[in-house]
């Protein structure tokens, strides 16, 4: 048997439990690594390095290479047989696969669930090891340790490293019974910046759950692993498993737990490695970890995500989670329906994706938007690009842009590589146009596209009529961050992409007979923050929305149903009492949604002008009257750049998704559809 591949690091104990290396080095190809350089030798014996855009072919990327299920069981086993009889108190270890990390990574603590073996992330190390310092708690077979010693441990290795680094957070992963650890440990440190992240946590654990299971286990001889392994063959018509059906059901403890027990053995096959008495033990730290977290959970002040499955929660209480997401100040709570009871050791769950798609990855005290941003893996655009396939398909976007001469060419020649760029335009209905954008800069130029985005889409309040945050995900896994000014600032400091609309949601969720009408603000700052840091301002138009929707249902006719305008106020009032004194045009926006009707789609053109430069024009830009020059110019150019659109496209023979439907089976649908002559 193999042993497990992981560095044993005794933290506050002496250990004698250390494993050889056994990881071997991976290797990856253009598309999975986005780091990849390619080098060819010149006559002279010279190197030419150039850096491959890591986007360009993602038709092909592949998830990351990972550790398998399989591998996981392996190493499981090895932790338990190398514990032997006297296998210590509980350490933390590090696992080798993390590799090498990004500089001032912040520390991640993980805490295990009812297995205690410290392996519940073994299949997102590699990712989770890139950007963050991860120490896993480990328990012995043996280890009988109990629950406030176990939480003195935690404490002091947290206190420790907030001495070492106390401008950086501490981050604490914890399953279940980890979980519950992870919830005491920050009613006792409130001063101390830590991040909880927490999957099923178990805060209530019932005494007659608690006896029914702990009875049942009584009655079972000590081989219990064995007798596991014959119920798990029951479908296959093994004769053992339809015995021990019969006494699950015919059990007086069965008949107190019902079918919370088939849930218990059917669905945490990890147990079936522990020996009895180790199994009645993890019962009671779970007992006595839930009651204290529960006790304490009012104390919490520290920032959390909370992760459900859909499947298989034999202990869960929605109520009590439920209780716990209105406790905590700081909580979000997201939900897998179609996951199971091992969250993290489940195909398609990525904890690195969900930590950068909910903004919870910070290197200091407060989020950056800037600095914090992790791009997205060709793997997670991949993603992103299926889950956006079918609107592309409809959608069939043309991308125009203007060279330095004023020629204009199809898709980004004409975008400058180097930052900081502004890019203003009008928003389309629903704000569907910036999503293909943010593909094809990627793609094409490998360029992230930062948009300015309504700060509904970053938070929501506890109990809010405000939108789940997951459906947003997609947006902000392309770098979406809220609009502010001090956002805007940050990112053209940083050279960005950044992308602006000055109409914000009045023109995103516009009413009947106003498309493509543009409602900007009388003064704007941008103009002025641009020039403080040379920025370009590209301005451009997206014309295409009257070809695919028809507004029928608008603001002005949800105002005259009593029960949809009060939704509509008091979603505006959740939002006003989000945004923190924010003031501006954003703030005077009420929240809605229109009703519309589809159309036999059209296609979408988007047009990006001349650039119009700001650097040299600091001084000049700091008078409002010449910055608001400027500010009128930029509008001017955007309804040009609408008004070309408008008349060019009446010239595309594939402007109608019959033609392009014909086109695509004619030459293939990775094909790029022609459109008018420029």
Not at 518 to 537: C, H, M, Q, Y
Request: charged share 25%; net charge neutral; hydrophobic share 40%.
């Amino acid at each position: 048997m193999a042993a497990p591949s992981l560095c044993i690091a005794d933290g506050f104990f002496p250990t004698d439990f250390f494993y050889r290396n056994s990881t071997r080095r991976l290797t990856y190809d253009r598309v999975t690594n986005p780091k990849l350089r390619f080098h060819r030798r010149l006559r002279n014996g010279g190197r030419v390095t150039a850096t491959v855009n890591p986007y360009s072919y993602t038709e092909a990327a592949r998830p990351e290479e990972r550790k398998s299920l399989n591998d996981f069981w392996v190493e499981v086993r090895g932790f338990v047989n190398s514990d032997g009889g006297d296998g210590g108190p509980p350490r933390w270890f590090s696992p080798l696969e993390c590799g090498a990390r990004a500089p001032e990574s912040p520390l991640l603590l993980y805490l295990p669930g009812i297995d205690g073996t410290g392996l519940g992330l073994i299949r997102q190390h590699r990712m989770l090891g890139e950007v963050f310092d991860i120490w896993c708690l480990h328990f012995p077979v043996s280890d009988r340790t109990p629950a406030r010693d176990i939480v003195k441990l935690i404490e002091r290795t947290v206190r420790s490293e907030f001495f070492r680094l106390p401008n950086r957070p501490i981050y604490i992963v914890g399953e279940s019974i980890g979980a519950s650890l992870a919830l005491d440990v920050a009613a006792s440190n409130p001063d101390i910046d830590l991040v909880l992240i927490l999957a099923n946590p178990v805060t209530r654990f019932s005494n007659i759950t608690l006896q029914s299971v702990s009875s049942l286990l009584e009655i079972f001889p000590d081989r219990v692993p064995s007798l596991l392994e014959e119920y798990f063959r029951f479908e296959q018509g093994y004769p053992f498993a339809a015995m021990f059906e019969t006494m699950l059901n015919e059990t007086d403890a069965a008949q107190m737990g019902g079918g919370l027990l088939r849930n218990f053995f059917a669905t945490s096959t990890l147990l079936k490695i522990f020996p009895k008495d180790t199994l009645l033990w993890k019962l009671q730290l779970l007992k006595s970890a839930s009651a204290s977290a529960n006790s304490h959970m009012y104390s919490v002040k520290a920032q959390t995500l909370i992760l459900l499955s859909g499947r298989d929660q034999w202990l869960l209480n929605k109520e009590d989670i439920e209780r716990l997401h209105c406790t905590l100040p700081k909580c979000e709570i997201r939900k897998y329906e179609n996951n199971g009871q091992l969250l993290f050791l489940e195909d398609g769950l990525d904890l690195l994706t969900i930590i950068k798609c909910s903004y919870y990855y910070r290197r200091g005290k407060s989020l950056d938007y800037v600095s914090d941003y992790i791009p997205p893996t060709p793997f997670e655009l991949k993603e992103y690009e299926e889950s956006q396939r079918l609107l592309t398909a409809v959608m069939s976007p043309v991308f125009l842009s203007t060279l330095d001469n004023g020629t204009i060419v199809r898709s980004l020649a004409g975008i400058p590589s180097e930052g900081p760029i502004l890019y203003v335009g009008n928003h389309m209905l629903l704000g569907t146009e910036l999503r293909p954008a943010a593909i094809h800069f990627l793609k094409e130029r490998n360029i992230p596209l930062r948009g300015l985005a309504h700060p509904v889409m970053f938070t929501r309040k506890t109990g809010s009529k405000l939108p789940d945050m997951q459906m947003f995900d997609s947006v902000r896994m392309i770098g979406a961050v809220p609009v502010s000014n001090i956002n805007l600032y940050k990112l053209l400091r940083s050279k960005a992409h950044v992308v602006l609309y000055p109409g914000g949601v009045r023109e995103a969720l516009h009413r009947k007979g106003e498309v493509y009408k543009l409602f900007w603000p009388e003064n704007s700052e941008f103009v002025r923050t641009a020039s403080k840091f040379g920025a370009k301002i590209i301005p451009f138009g997206v014309v295409g929305e009257d070809d695919l929707f028809e507004v029928v249902f608008d603001y002005n006719d949800q105002m005259k149903i009593p029960f949809l305008k009060n939704l509509i106020k008091e979603i505006t009032e959740d939002y006003t009492y989000l945004r923190n004194g924010e003031e501006g045009e954003v703030g005077n926006q009420d929240l809605h949604m229109p009703g519309v009707i589809p159309k036999i789609p059209g296609r979408f053109y988007i047009y990006f002008g001349k650039p119009i430069e700001t650097k040299g024009r600091e001084k000049e830009l700091k008078d409002k009257e010449r910055a608001h020059e400027v500010y009128l110019q930029v509008k001017s150019e955007v309804e040009r750049c609408m008004t070309y659109l408008k008349i060019k496209r009446e010239s595309d023979p594939y402007r109608n998704i019959l033609p392009r439907s014909l086109y695509h089976l004619a030459h293939g649908f990775s094909s790029q559809i022609p459109t008018f002559d420029l």
